[in-house]
């Protein structure tokens, strides 16, 4: 499976981006697609996620509201829209595929096989 993510760059408070991710290779029938966003020095984290056939995503708890993943599935493609954003977003954004993907570790880094480049996500105060 090969990733590749694009959309990112720099934007101020309170305004928008949105990221996308081509994905190729693979079967996209249990799996799911998923974004994480990682700062110099710390863990990578988890930011959301959708399954690939039924469209049922997951949210880390402080982007519920302001971010919507969603996915095409004619252009295998995975869309993170950001909205009113802050600059404790800023981050490096990766995406990532997750084989048989079972919803209790779909939030789970280590559950995801593959992993595109990341995009750098700049939000200014």
């Known amino acids: 499976v090969q990733l590749q993510a694009s959309g990112g760059g720099l934007v101020q408070a309170g305004g928008s981006l949105r990221l996308s991710c081509e994905a190729s290779?693979?079967?996209?029938?249990?799996?799911?697609l998923g974004w994480f966003r990682q700062i110099p020095g710390k863990d990578r984290e988890f930011v959301a996620a959708i399954r690939w056939m039924s469209g049922i995503t997951y949210y880390l708890d402080s982007v519920k509201g302001r971010f919507t993943i969603s996915r095409d599935k004619a252009k295998k493609t995975v869309h993170l829209q950001m909205n009113s954003l802050k600059p404790e977003d800023t981050a490096v954004y990766y995406c990532?595929?997750?084989?048989?993907?079972?919803?209790?570790?779909?939030?789970?880094?280590?559950?995801?096989?593959?992993w595109g480049q990341g995009t750098q996500v700049t939000v200014s105060s």
């Open positions: 990532a595929y997750n084989r048989g993907a079972i919803t209790s570790t779909v939030r789970s880094l280590d559950q995801y096989d593959y």
């Open positions: 290779g693979g079967t996209f029938s249990n799996d799911a």
